[in-house]
T-cell receptor, first 112, second 113 residues
Framework: DVKVTQSSRYLVKRTGEKVFLECVQD?????MFWYRQDPGLGLRLIYF???????EKGDIPEGYSVSREKKERFSLILESASTNQTSMYLC???????????FGSGTQLSVL | AQSVTQLGSHVSVSEGALVLLRCNYS??????LFWYVQYPNQGLQLLLK??????LVKGINGFEAEFKKSETSFHLTKPSAHMSDAAEYFC???????????FGTGTQLKVEL
């Protein structure tokens, strides 16, 4: 089975800190995604990447950036964390036939 | 532009009763439609998908969904609820396969004895 691993289950950071959320997949998938999940809002796409060093903005990219230096790893960066970025962050990768997303377990980020 | 509306943020059913979770979509092209499930403290898992083949789609754990173009709907059903079905369910639409999905706001399913 495909495994998508997010490095931290819970993170607590201070306002203004730079935050790195890491995601690794083990199935050589080309497309990877970062979503945030908030109660009542569902999942919203922040950024996605369709190849190494390639990225595209999703629906809510403001305040975030991403890095994809290796195919298996997709990092989400909060340059200067703010309280409104407190959320559950979910990473996903898309299988080869392009019809199934595999999700990590999520990182619950709290910004104080 | 694509969008999804899930009616009912919380649905409660008795064990053994019919489960019906509603999803309506908007898409400017023939859509790809998905249902994902999220169990507590886990990521999302694919339940089933519609990709322009049969309009009645069967998924895992006894769930199925019917694509109705005239109603722009893709409701999820299961004939008999089980306690293990308690989870949050998300409907999603894409105009480009599994890429760039737009998710609904989710429906929390509670199953009572």
């Amino acid at each position: 089975d495909v495994k998508v691993t997010q490095s931290s289950r819970y993170l607590v950071k201070r306002t203004g800190e730079k935050v790195f959320l890491e995601c690794v997949q083990d199935m050589d998938h080309e497309n990877m995604f970062w979503y945030r999940q908030d109660p009542g809002l569902g999942l919203r796409l922040i950024y996605f990447s369709y190849d190494v060093k390639m990225k595209e903005k999703g629906d809510i990219p403001e305040g975030y950036s991403v890095s994809r230096e290796k195919k298996e790893r997709f990092s989400l960066i909060l340059e200067s964390a703010s309280t409104n970025q407190t959320s559950m962050y979910l990473c996903a990768s898309l299988n080869t036939n392009g019809e199934k997303l595999f999700f990590g377990s999520g990182t619950q980020l709290s910004v104080l | 532009a694509q969008s999804v509306t899930q009616l009912g943020s919380h649905v409660s059913v008795s064990e053994g009763a019919l489960v019906l979770l509603r999803c309506n979509y908007s898409s400017s092209v023939p859509p790809y439609l998905f249902w994902y499930v999220q169990y507590p403290n886990q990521g999302l898992q694919l339940l089933l998908k519609y990709t322009s083949a049969a309009t009645l789609v069967k998924g895992i754990n006894g769930f199925e969904a019917e694509f109705k173009k005239s109603e722009t709907s893709f409701h999820l059903t299961k004939p008999s609820a089980h306690m293990s079905d308690a989870a949050e369910y998300f409907c999603a639409v894409s105009e480009s396969g599994g890429n760039k999905l737009t998710f609904g706001t989710g429906t929390q399913l509670k199953v009572e004895l």
